[in-house]
């Protein structure tokens, strides 16, 4: 089974009519850069809510980059999946030069959809951090503990899918989960999109209006 939404648009539309149930005080919706800032800005159009962009990297294994076992925000601290980094016999002390490296990326994304502005008030709002799926939760994870840090009055995070119990993991970083399907079958977040095309900086940019 594959295709459950036909793009990041249709999952957005479909994620906003499950968080449009819910009473939000000053929201803020933030998307998960990149994948996540089109399902975002359905979402704030929706709600009526403020839009803009969260960035966190993920750090991959050695000569398996594209297998993460950690992730990293522009300044926040780096976290790693213990259960991966024992697997794989690997340190957070050896991961240091890729950590390093996707947190320069991080701070050039975030530097960029920014444009020069200042960053939007966290504090006491309603946060919504929403992305494109779920997979391991660890970068979703980081970008949680760094808006955390900002003191929102709540934070949730938002997906249309998710892989089985992943979202019940990461209701220890928010302060609730909401996503639209969690299909015992998961096994990729681009095979429950019919289009899964990537998501660019310049189409990020469009989104925000910058």
Do not use: N
Not at 14 to 28: F, K, Q, S, V
Not at 113 to 133: M, S
Request: hydrophobic letters at 45%.
């Amino acid at each position: 089974m594959s295709g459950v939404f036909a793009d990041r648009e249709d999952g957005g539309r479909r994620l906003a009519a499950e968080l449009r149930r819910r009473d939000w005080t000053d929201p803020l919706v933030l998307g998960l850069a990149r994948g996540g800032v089109p399902v975002a800005a359905v979402v704030a159009r929706r709600l009526g809510a403020e839009l803009d962009v969260a960035v966190a990297r993920k750090i991959g294994a050695p000569r398996r980059r594209e297998y993460g076992v950690g992730a990293v925000t522009a300044d926040g601290p780096a976290i790693y999946d213990e259960a991966i980094l024992r697997t794989l016999k690997l340190t957070a002390a050896r991961m240091a030069r890729a950590e390093s490296r996707e947190r320069a990326e991080a701070r050039r994304r975030l530097e960029r959809y920014r444009a020069g502005r200042a960053p939007i008030r966290l504090t006491g709002r309603d946060i919504l951090l929403v992305d494109d799926g779920l997979a391991t939760g660890v970068t979703a994870t980081a970008a949680l503990r760094d808006i955390r840090a900002a003191h929102p009055r709540t934070l949730v995070f938002a997906t249309p899918v998710a892989a089985p119990g992943v979202a019940a993991r990461l209701r220890e970083e928010a302060d609730d989960v909401v996503c639209v399907a969690e299909p015992p079958e998961f096994r990729a977040v681009g095979q429950w999109y019919a289009d899964f095309r990537q998501t660019g900086d310049d189409d990020v940019l469009r989104l925000l209006g910058r």
